[in-house]
């Protein structure tokens, strides 16, 4: 039995001190006198009410390899739990031309954008990516150029649809100037837009 590596404590005063412990988020407030007998005193027969109560919050562990476990889990959870975010870019075309975009003009003027064959391949990537990965949650990031353009309202839907059919979140990247176009399309979808910057 030992203390874990991943506790960090702080002096309250002369006779307390407050333990966090980093990995379960366990905060805990124990008298000086008590901690300083544990760290001296690490008895695996000792089952006392205390002990049993450190142990229960992550403070006391086995040995190097439950903290080790612990840490492993934690990670895996967080990295299963974690939000893909897919980039669709629909166009390059912009109807702006701010001084301090990055795209080259002659990028910015290219008539290519998205068509729904196109969308279908990439939401039957999402896919395959998020099953790979483990992925339980994604969001769909719109940009471009100015992914809000009135000649994309079509794909901007299709896209919409499929991300809602999909359960997934989406998010753009716009100026803006056009938003009152797409009023309708924002509004059918308002449950799984969380932001447009």
Not at 67 to 91: G, H, P, W
Request: net charge neutral; glycine share 2%.
């Amino acid at each position: 039995m030992k203390l874990t590596r991943y506790m960090k404590q702080f002096d309250i005063d002369e006779s307390k001190k407050l333990l966090i412990n980093t990995i379960t988020g366990a905060v805990d407030i124990i008298d000086n006198d008590v901690l300083l007998s544990l760290e001296s005193h690490m008895d695996d027969s000792n089952e006392s009410d205390i002990v049993r109560r450190l142990k229960q919050r992550g403070y006391i562990v086995r040995d190097d390899h439950e903290d080790y476990e612990r840490l492993n889990k934690i990670v895996n959870q967080q990295s299963r739990m974690c939000l893909a975010t897919f980039i669709i870019c629909i166009t390059y075309q912009c109807n702006l031309s701010c001084t301090y975009c990055f795209e080259p003009t002659e990028v910015k003027e290219k008539l290519y954008k998205l068509n729904m064959s196109d969308v279908d391949k990439i939401f039957i990537a999402i896919e395959k990516i998020m099953q790979e990965r483990a992925f339980t949650n994604a969001s769909i990031l719109l940009y471009g150029g100015e992914p809000f353009l009135p000649n994309s309202r079509e794909i901007v839907n299709y896209i919409m649809e499929k991300a809602q059919n999909n359960k997934y979140i989406v998010q753009a990247i716009s100026n803006g100037t056009n938003l009152k176009q797409y009023k309708n399309i924002l509004f059918n979808y308002k449950n799984i837009i969380h932001n447009i910057q």
